[in-house]
């Protein structure tokens, strides 16, 4: 995949109704492309994450998830607090809850 097939990816994805499938994209195609292009040209993580394509698809899972793109550090705040308190408890399936 191209640079430009990437960003045209990025573009269709909004029009997706399936979150695995946008995942799948992202993870399967979009990435190791602006990975490759990272490296090519001496940028890191930052750059990949903080890149337009990676963004249009991080919005679209935002919708598809149910998180309003005007409180996003508010929804990650509490799925963090969500994830802490999963982490936790206790894997002990015998004791009573």
Known sequence: MTLQQAAQSALDVQNACNASGVLKSLANEVL????????????????????PIVKLYMYKLGELTGVELSSLSEGYDAAEDACKRIASLSLDTTSAV
């Open 32 to 51: 190791d492309t602006l990975w490759e292009q990272a490296h090519k040209t001496g940028s890191g993580s930052r750059w990949v994450a903080q890149h």
